[in-house]
């Protein structure tokens, strides 16, 4: 799992354009949404696309998407749950 | 600003190739969307597409000589028909072509898509100037690309070019069609309904694309029609680059500054932008909530013909103001159960009645919103 | 009397308002290094700068160059935006084509579809300086000073906006080329007004840098 999240930061990192935070800057548990990174509604979009491509999880509405995308721990959780 | 006519215009669409055909056609509520298959990206769709068959049918009349592309030949088309009756003086230097669009010959970037001499055409000046030296115009044509607002700009812009006493006619075309491009961007945005929209319903999931043409021509120095148009205003949310504000602050901003002298009251029909997406829906019913206007008569024309993108403004203006001179308002195709916070009077039968003042708005990515009336004089 | 209060002009990896002692320069071989090179020696803490494509990006720089430490006292809804170029989002455009469409390993970029619109570097614009007034982008094959002076005036003389961003901001083929002026309706200090033959020679100015045969 640890394995996991660490490679998660680094590939929402470069996904999202979030070019001027390291993985040591992002934690696991914090909400993705609500806090200063300030991810939006296309942020959620790139993640739905990392999540098929890189894992081969699928995510059909947008609207689970937010659920599922509280924190990076949950992202991993739902890879593991999936895949 | 009494003074501007509108002296004629022309809707090129699914439904027709002139404006009495598809307002005849929408009155009756009929739609152009049907069900389409993409290729490049093996894609089923529901689209409203103007047949190939068509358009040649179209062009032979016209004898065009020179090569032009499939989005060129519908805007020639729409012009030649609205400038049939030798309605203004197209050569004249008080005459001035303002195009609007999004995307224009954007399916250029697919290589296999027409001949090399035609690639420079995916640069709009290039497109705008060969339509307008076709017609012997010597101003350079305005070009106006500002997302799903253009259409509506390219009439407000008209209209403050007359005021201003720049030009004394102002041919304002607005286009785009459906394309490889567009339905991959918005299915990439889970925007796109995998059915015919459904425009401020409880169900709607998204939009469809539409192929169409829009002209209108405004005139200081002929009589039109008696419309009078009203306010006009463009406006920024600063809020979100591809999501409207929430507080629908923006598009509150441009109907306010449109209703300059007119009340709530004096609104008969509003043509809404409605997209059928959650986030359009729901600010736009907010913004005319807050405006007391969630009793007037409103639809959304998107399910007849989809989300034109730079012809919406134009096209849909069109039938707005149709609307007062034919004392006829239009149903809201799509549209079953309220589905936003903020109900609105939304029309789902086609009738009768006095109309003498109509909102038209639109919205579009960049935050930008923009308002216009129009009046019975 | 409209005014340009300044001009700011980025091309060929250099980012200054003309007069300036230190102006910023990046010699970076692709625009995309050159805009990240710019930001950081501009010492700027905007992180959405880096989901940006590049032509919103050509436009958030010179607009932060035109603006830092400059007091706007204008009602947000009353600023404007007037920008055009000539090649609309056409470099996004391709890219999004030849990632999504064009490719055997097609994939879906919705954050990259965003920008292939010209005018969302207006909403980023707007975002960033808080602009909620008048706006418009228009395409052409060269910046037209008759049409935009006349137009943005009237649009001061009926009083839709009280100030302005006003300029061309292009990129193609990875070539940075832009001018924003700050416009307001009634500034004491500066000596241009807003008309077509001071817009011109703004227009000419960075023509020059661009073909490299102005002395900096």
């Known amino acids: 799992m640890e394995a996991l999240i660490s490679k998660l930061k680094e590939q929402l990192i470069e996904q999202l354009n979030l070019e001027d935070y390291t993985p040591e800057d992002i934690n696991e548990d914090d909400s993705l949404f609500e806090s200063e ?32 995308f509280h924190s990076v721990r949950t992202i991993a959780e739902h890879i593991q749950a999936n895949s | 600003m009494s003074h501007i006519s509108i002296i004629a215009d ?39 597409i103007i047949s190939d068959e068509a358009i040649q049918i179209r062009i032979s009349d016209l004898v ?8 060129e030949q519908l805007v020639i088309c729409s012009i030649s028909e609205a400038c049939k009756e030798d309605i203004i003086d197209l050569t004249s230097s008080d005459t001035i072509f303002v195009f609007a669009t999004t995307k224009g010959n954007i399916s ?3 290589p296999s898509q027409n001949e090399d001499i035609l690639r420079e055409r995916r640069f709009l000046n290039v497109m705008a100037e060969v339509i307008s030296r076709r017609y012997r115009n010597p101003n350079r044509p305005i070009v106006i690309s500002n997302a799903c607002i253009s259409g509506l700009v390219g009439i407000i812009t008209a209209k403050r070019l007359i005021e201003a006493e720049a030009y004394k006619n102002v041919i304002v075309v607005g286009f785009d069609e459906v394309s490889s491009f567009t339905l991959s961007g918005f299915s990439a945005l889970h925007a796109l309904s995998s059915e015919p929209c459904k425009p401020f319903d409880i169900t709607r999931k998204g939009i469809n694309l539409g192929d169409a043409v829009g002209t209108v021509i405004l005139s200081k120095e002929k009589k039109g029609i008696p419309i009078d148009l009203v306010g006009g205003a463009i406006t920024n949310d600063a809020n979100h680059i591809s999501g409207p504000s929430r507080t629908g602050e923006g598009m509150y901003r441009a109907i306010d500054l449109t209703m300059d002298g007119i009340t709530a009251k004096d609104i008969d029909f509003i043509s809404t932008h409605g997209t059928a ?92 919103n923009a308002a216009l009336a129009f009046k019975s004089k | 009397m409209t005014k340009i209060v300044k001009t700011a002009y980025h091309t060929t990896g250099a980012l200054h308002i003309k007069g300036d002692k230190n102006p910023f320069f990046s010699k970076e071989i692709t625009y995309t290094d050159r805009s990240k090179d710019l930001y950081k020696q501009m010492n700027l803490s905007y992180s959405k700068f880096y989901k940006m494509d590049l032509l919103c990006r050509a436009a958030f720089l010179c607009a932060e160059k035109l603006l830092r430490d400059y007091e706007i006292v204008e009602d947000p809804n009353k600023i404007g935006i007037f920008l055009a170029n000539h090649s609309s989002s056409l470099h996004t455009d391709e890219q999004y084509y030849n990632k999504s469409i064009d490719t055997i390993n ?18 980023e614009l707007s975002i960033r300086h808080g602009f909620k007034g008048e706006q418009c982008m228009w395409i052409d094959s060269e910046f037209n000073e008759e049409f935009v002076s006349n137009y943005v005036n009237s649009l001061f003389g009926t009083n839709k906006i ?55």
């Not at chain 2, 065009?64 to 592309?69: A, E, L, M, N, V």
């Not at chain 3, 292009?170 to 033959?197: C, I, Q, R």
Request: net charge negative; hydrophobic share 35%; charged share 25%.
């Open chain 1, 37 to 68: 990174m300030g991810l939006d509604s296309i942020d959620a979009l790139e993640i739905i696309v990392l999540l098929e491509q890189e894992y081969g999880v699928k995510i059909q509405n947008k609207e689970d998407g937010e659920k599922i």
């Open chain 2, 10 to 48: 022309n809707i090129i669409s699914p439904l027709g190739w002139s404006t009495e055909e598809n307002f005849n056609q929408l009155y009756l509520g009929r739609s152009g969307l049907d069900n389409h298959y993409d290729d490049t990206l093996a894609l089923d769709h529901v689209s409203s």
């Open chain 2, 64 to 71: 065009i000589k020179q090569s032009y592309t499939r989005l």
């Open chain 2, 108 to 110: 250029l970037l697919d």
């Open chain 2, 277 to 368: 997406t959650m986030y359009n829906d729901e600010m736009e019913s907010k913004a005319l909530h807050d405006h007391r206007l969630s009793d007037t008569p409103a639809n959304s024309m998107k399910g007849f013909w989809g989300h034109t993108l730079g012809a919406a403004g134009v096209i849909e203006s069109i039938i707005t103001y149709q609307s007062i001179l034919k004392n006829k308002l239009i149903l809201s195709p799509g549209f079953t159960t309220q589905g936003t916070e903020n109900k609105l009077n939304i029309i789902t039968a086609s009738r009768e009645e006095k109309i003498e003042c109509t909102l038209k708005t639109a919205s579009g990515f960049g935050g930008c």
């Open chain 3, 106 to 123: 097609a994939q879906r970029q919705p954050a990259l579809f965003v920008y292939t619109l010209p005018n969302i570097m207006l909403g």
């Open chain 3, 162 to 216: 009280d100030a302005c961003l006003l300029g061309w901001v292009d990129f193609y083929d990875d070539k940075e080329n832009v001018f924003l002026s700050w416009v307001e309706g009634s500034a004491a200090k500066a000596e241009e007004h807003l008309t077509p033959k001071n817009l011109k020679s703004i227009k000419n100015y960075l023509n020059n840098l661009a073909d490299g045969s102005t002395n900096k």
